[in-house]
């Protein structure tokens, strides 16, 4: 083959990669900011200009086919003519909280909407979002024809903004009102959140194609960043990814969806027809930083603290729920601090239980996966504290698995790019036979990375993690057994 491109368009930034279609190599990439925003609120046209910026010097010059991936639950709502009706909405958008809750009881409780679409109601959501168009700019919520997200828009105006619009089962499955588990839309959602129906666009396969641009480059299905970062970092059944971010979130890959009536579980679509439930945290690196400033240093200083101390913390268990939490389900707690002795009140015992109980919450999120039959038998540790010695040192025992910490590089690029190179091998009938009558996707090289064994401490981190369990258990009777 030749060449190809995936382009990332997060948050902040247009990242993009150019890649050996067969090797997945990279020859080169470009970067550029996007044009500072405040709030939750983005003029769409600010993520063109950023996308041209990044591509400019010529850096797409012989690419044959792009994928695109872009940040989710964004909301580009467009009126009959298919131009925004308003600024996009993007991210946990807080404003949003009080719609999720009245369309969770509009429809029957969490218990239902994990039914239909294997998601509960949250503030990103795309369903939600409409909703609270509806309650808070009416006017603007009536003129809605069609809606999109970041890497639909984007694919559709690289394309030239043709009558067809696409998007993929990743997306899709981040909206709302989209199923995995039937792979088919709900459109008495969209209707029960906005009002009145709207054009959804057409849902693609893994390897598809949304068209040609006028100089005849391919553009794939393209897909939401989670799902695009877990193709680049080339995940597969038996993987699970914890993502260390102020929050966290725990993903594997799984050949079918899972619906959780308690909604503690997402279910998303992956990017290669399989499925990728998610539980997320609300604690992760936030108490790190809370802790390091507590004490006076830095996630690097904390990390040497943490290493003086031994595992389990001198009897000390740390409670995570700082902002509250969603794994388990304690929205109103706090954190907290137990066992204390005057011998375990030193500053390295608590750097070690800020370590641990990060950890040990994430690892109640895997434990959610694992009872529902997720097979787990490597994390993949992603985030700047992944880096940290005491996190690396504490994870493998607590996770109760090897952990593989990835060298930073652009996944989220290079899975689209990934994505681009198995489009066009079908469009061009040059793709392998993945079984099943499925079309293999490029067998590009896992990911550069360090691997850690549980190893013979295995014991005492079994020891530590029941300690903690203990400790919640007691603090939070049946936080874990909630009914939908």
């Not at 809750?101 to 509009?106: F, G, K, N």
Request: with cysteine; net charge negative; charged share 15%.
């Amino acid at each position: 083959m030749g060449i190809v491109a995936g382009l990332d368009s997060s948050s902040q930034s247009t990242r993009i990669v150019v890649c050996d279609a067969d090797t997945g190599a990279v020859i080169r990439q470009g970067y550029a900011p996007h044009p500072v925003e405040k709030g939750p609120e983005v003029d769409p046209q600010a993520w063109l200009m950023s996308l041209g910026e990044a591509a400019g010097n010529g850096l797409l010059e012989g690419v044959q086919a792009i994928g695109v991936s872009a940040q989710q639950h964004g909301l580009v709502a467009l009126d009959a003519e298919g131009n925004p009706v308003r600024p996009a909405l993007v991210g946990n958008d807080r404003r949003a909280q009080s719609a999720a809750a009245d369309l969770m009881d509009a429809l029957g409780g969490r218990a239902a909407w994990a039914e239909a679409v294997g998601a509960v109601p949250q503030a990103q959501h795309l369903v939600t979002k409409m909703r609270w168009l509806v309650r808070n700019e009416p006017a603007q919520a009536a003129r809605i024809a069609e809606v999109m997200q970041p890497h639909d828009w984007l694919a559709w105006q690289l394309l030239g903004r043709p009558a067809r619009r696409t998007t993929d089962r990743g997306g899709a499955s981040a909206t709302g009102f989209w199923s995995a588990a039937t792979g088919a839309y709900r459109p008495d959602l969209v209707e029960l959140a906005l009002g009145h129906q709207v054009r959804l666009p057409e849902v693609l396969g893994p390897s598809g194609t949304a068209g040609f641009t006028p100089e005849g480059l391919l553009i794939s299905a393209g897909t939401g960043e989670t799902m695009a970062a877990a193709f680049g970092l080339g995940v597969g059944v038996g993987d699970a990814v914890v993502s260390l971010g102020a929050s966290g979130s725990v993903f594997a890959i799984h050949e079918e969806a899972l619906v959780d009536p308690t909604g503690t579980i997402t279910s998303f679509a992956d990017a290669t027809g399989r499925h990728l439930p998610v539980v997320h945290t609300t604690n992760a690196v936030r108490v790190l930083r809370g802790t390091a400033e507590m004490l006076g240093t830095d996630l690097a200083g904390l990390s040497e603290l943490a290493l003086k101390s031994s595992p389990g913390a001198y009897g000390m268990v740390l409670l995570p729920y700082l902002e509250g939490e969603r794994t388990p389900h304690l929205p109103h707690t706090a954190g907290s601090l137990h066992g204390m002795r005057r011998e375990s009140m030193k500053p390295e015992h608590l750097a070690r239980a800020a370590v641990e109980g990060m950890l040990c919450g994430l690892a109640d999120a895997l434990e959610v996966l694992r009872s529902r039959g997720v097979t787990v038998r490597r994390v993949f540790l992603l985030g700047a504290a992944a880096e940290l010695g005491a996190v690396q040192a504490a994870a493998p025992g607590l996770f109760g698995a090897q952990v593989v910490v990835p060298q930073p590089a652009e996944y989220a690029a290079l899975g689209a790019a990934r994505q681009a190179a198995w489009a066009w091998q079908v469009a061009h009938g040059t793709a392998g036979d993945g079984g099943a009558g499925q079309p293999e996707p490029p067998r590009w090289p896992a990911a550069a990375s360090q691997v850690f064994e549980p190893g013979d401490e295995l014991p005492v981190w079994q020891a530590v993690r029941q300690q903690y369990t203990a400790v919640r258990d007691e603090a939070h009777p049946g936080a874990f057994q909630r009914e939908g």
